[in-house]
């Protein structure tokens, strides 16, 4: 397990990504633009697990640290895109990712972490040390 | 209603907070730090509503974009730290707020925007145009 690096691209973390959600059209100069940009907004955590034989990427989550006026300026981490691949699911890479994210968010000096959950899901992170509580709502633009 | 100005911890904009969770202590230097680094990271849009009799915030709300990998490298906004004034509660500030950042998430390309709510804020939210979709889970660290 190792940070999200400028080369993962052709290691296919958009072929991985595209197991949780829709990708769309990904060209690898959007993806290194993208990858650039977070780099320097300094507060995008994107952790990955590489099989280092195929080269090719079999696990990412990514921690987004908020900063808040309220909590005595504390930050709030949200955990984000947790993906781990079918062919090797049942081997603990979504809990390996999620609790290095955790890491993460203590270092960091995170007062709290959330995330949004499938009802499906729920089980998967009590497992890694959260709680449901409250409700997500969203709107599409 | 205008963005979040330098000045504004002078107007209340921490005690307006107050009324939705917890603030802690905070000093003004660290208010200004802390308005200055999401200045710096350009990603965080605070809107206020102030009383210009009063010179006094009664209305806040926030909106974090984050950058997605997926979604054609789309956008996402988050809704955050949303109040109005007690004494001015039922005059639709609230709503103004949250519509007012839908704009601005319209404005920025964000194909979603999502929030966490308690159960009996839901119906507010539903009145701005969001739906309940997933669940919130939450560890504190």
Redesign the interface.
């Known amino acids: 397990m190792r940070a999200l690096a400028s080369d993962d691209f052709e290691k296919g ?2 072929a991985l ?1 595209s197991q ?7 060209s690898s100069e ?2 290194a ?2 990858f650039d ?2 780099q320097r ?4 955590h994107v952790v990955v697990i590489e099989d280092e034989a195929q080269r090719a990427l079999v696990g990412t989550a990514t921690l ?1 640290t ?9 930050k709030v981490g ?1 955990v ?2 947790v993906v781990a691949a079918a062919e090797c699911r049942g081997l603990g890479f979504g809990k390996q990712l999620v609790l290095a994210l ?1 890491d993460v ?2 270092a960091l000096g ?10 499906k899901n ?1 089980g998967f ?2 497992k ?14």
């Not at 908020?66 to 504390?74: N, P």
């Open positions: 973390h958009t990504l949780l959600t829709s990708v769309g059209s990904v959007q993806w633009a993208h940009a977070m907004a300094g507060n995008y987004l908020e900063l808040k006026f309220t909590h005595s300026c504390g949200h984000e895109d955790l968010a203590r995170c007062y709290k972490v959330i995330l949004d959950a499938n009802e729920t992170y009590e890694c040390g959260f709680a449901k509580r409250e409700l997500q709502m969203r709107i599409d633009l």
